[in-house]
């Protein structure tokens, strides 16, 4: 196993979704402090021009950063949904879409869109019979696939019915995927290029991958090696960003070898990454703090930004 540093590699401007050309202009910031105090943030999303969204798993609220100069907005108010989970950017650009969860339990989770400008509830789409919403990923075709981690299934909601307000609707659900009652199983999942699935387990530490059109579900590391891997991030179709909560670390999985390289780690507690212009963006969650009544928390939280790796 390799072990590097995230700054110290050559740049590639990379697009989210592969190898192409971003046109987000380079920047040259590399952290970004969140101003509220019990903010937990834990997914991250990312627009077409750089603007980076990060929702809150306390308190509810998305903000909005410039990836160039940290100013930060508030899409949504703290309070406006309940614990916010993952983030992504609708294809269309004008959505962005949030797991409003609930860590006691006492809701349903859901899928929100929100106006990518002024924070309004445009689409809800229910999870049936519970569950716990956790990350989102389209496919090539606008579908989108939604993990549940307490439920051990892969929620999707179909294209042509994204600007509705239909409820999610099951799409997978698998032995393979079952934890213990009460812990995180499925957890950060991306569409590849060739339309496949890639999505973690908390719990096991495992790392599928699923093909959309069978529901094939193969193993990307039969001999494991991961702790707690959450978010995960596609380089290229070879390369694969994964991020490993309670290690503090984020690594790069080569692909289809398995080989892994150590990227950054000595981070308090990451949750997941994205690629935005040239830099590789990584939330700092600190989220098992947000459950325990010490350590506290360290402030100011951050996301940290690192130069995309080169192939």
């Not at 590399?30 to 603007?51: H, V």
């Not at 494991?224 to 670390?249: A, H, Y």
């Amino acid at each position: 196993m390799k072990k590097i540093l995230l700054g110290t590699i050559s740049t590639l401007v990379l697009s989210a979704c592969g190898a192409s050309t971003s046109t987000i202009a380079p920047c040259e910031l590399t952290s970004i402090n969140l101003k509220t105090d019990q903010y937990f943030p834990e997914g991250i999303a990312s627009d077409a021009q750089g603007n980076i969204f990060v929702g809150s798993a306390a308190t509810g609220a998305i903000s909005r950063f410039d990836s160039c100069s940290a100013q930060e907005k508030t899409l949504i108010a703290p309070g406006t949904l309940t614990n916010v989970i993952g983030t992504i950017v609708d294809p269309q650009g004008d959505i962005v879409w949030a797991c409003n969860s609930d860590f006691s339990g006492k809701n349903f989770p859901s899928i929100v869109g929100l106006d990518l400008v002024s924070g309004a509830v445009k689409h809800t789409h229910n999870y049936p019979n519970g569950g716990f919403c956790n990350d989102l990923a389209f496919d090539k075709d606008g579908n989108l696939y939604v993990s549940d981690s307490m439920a051990h299934r892969v929620m999707k909601v179909p294209a042509e019915d994204l600007r509705s307000n239909k409820g999610a609707e099951e799409w997978l659900k698998d032995d393979r995927f079952v934890v213990p009652q009460g812990k995180f199983g499925l957890n950060g999942l991306v569409v590849d290029s060739k339309n496949q699935l890639l999505l973690s387990n908390f719990e096991k530490g495992a790392l599928y991958q699923i093909d959309l059109k069978t529901r094939t579900i193969s193993d990307l590391l039969p001999d494991g090696g991961l702790i707690t891997p959450d978010g995960v991030e596609i380089l290229d179709d070879n390369r694969l960003i994964v991020v490993e909560g309670s290690k503090g670390q984020v690594s790069l999985i080569e692909l289809p070898s398995g080989r892994r390289t150590i990227l950054a780690d000595g981070m308090k507690f990451p949750t997941t990454a994205k690629v935005v212009g040239d830099k590789l963006w990584v939330v700092e969650g600190q989220i098992f703090e947000l459950f325990a009544e010490s350590p506290a928390p360290v402030h100011p939280f951050k996301l940290l930004a690192f130069d995309v790796p080169q192939n």
